[in-house]
């Protein structure tokens, strides 16, 4: 089993270029997620699904776009990149109905905007 | 606003004692506290979960004490061995939209055993 699994894991960006960051689970997770993680900050939530079709917002979504056509995949997109989006990224994935929110990440993708 | 803080930004341990892990939050509406374990260059992993209806759970060398008055729960872990040496955040879990749960993470802690 693959669990959950992201590309790239490192990206160095210009500031203004557009990346996507994959996320693919073959877990057949309904609810999927995208984490930030900065120095002192924790892991922030930036968009989730519920399942294909469905998205959502995080507490930090400004500067992402999401979508969700297929129940394993949920790409991030950073249209226009900025230093401040400098981070290492999760994408995360549970079954809905599990109880007490665990989620399974992936092993992360870092991402320098310069 | 943090709702979920973990005030020690690390803590060192000698290999055999207790490691004992603090985290305090703010929404009493969590139903669910969990704490995740995290070596570099790895994603996080799940290690053990208490329900807001329980003061204690217990996973082998892990056990997870809650104190709804306070706010406050702590991660124990005896003994400590030198492979727990990781970053460890608290999370807490609460009802969203859309039928999902939300985590919210604290800050995290980097334990360190010393052999």
């Known amino acids: 089993n693959a669990g959950v699994t992201q590309t790239p894991k490192f990206q160095v960006l210009k500031t203004g270029q557009s990346m996507t960051l994959q996320c693919a689970q073959d877990?057949?997770?309904?609810?999927m997620s995208w984490y930030r993680q900065d120095p002192g900050m924790g892991l922030r939530l930036i968009h989730y699904?519920?399942?294909?079709?469905?998205?959502d917002q995080g507490e930090v979504p400004n500067g992402y776009n999401v979508s969700r056509s297929t129940t394993e995949d949920f790409p991030l997109r950073l249209l226009s990149a900025a230093p401040s989006q400098t981070s290492v990224y999760f994408c995360?994935?549970?079954?809905?109905?599990?109880?007490?929110?665990?989620?399974?990440f992936g092993e992360g993708s870092r991402l320098t905007v310069l | 606003d943090q709702q979920v803080k973990q005030n020690s930004p690390s803590l060192s341990v000698q290999e055999g004692r207790i490691s004992i892990l603090n985290c305090d939050y703010t929404?009493?509406?969590?139903?669910?506290f969990l704490w995740y374990k995290k070596y570099p260059a790895e994603g996080p992993t799940f290690l053990i979960s208490?329900?807001?209806?329980?003061d204690k759970n217990e996973d082998g060398r892990f056990t997870v004490f809650l104190n709804k008055s306070a706010k406050h729960l702590s991660l124990h872990i005896v003994p400590s061995q030198p492979g727990d040496s990781a970053v460890y955040f608290c999370?807490?879990?609460?009802?969203?939209?859309?039928?999902?749960?939300?985590?919210?993470f604290g800050q995290g802690t980097r334990l360190t055993i010393n052999p």
């Open positions: 995360a994935s549970r079954l809905l109905a599990a109880v007490g929110g665990e989620l399974f």
């Open positions: 877990m057949n997770h309904e609810y």
């Open positions: 699904s519920v399942g294909a079709g469905i998205t």
């Open positions: 929404n009493s509406m969590f139903d669910y």
């Open positions: 208490i329900s807001s209806i329980k």
């Open positions: 999370a807490a879990s609460a009802r969203w939209s859309q039928g999902a749960q939300k985590l919210v």
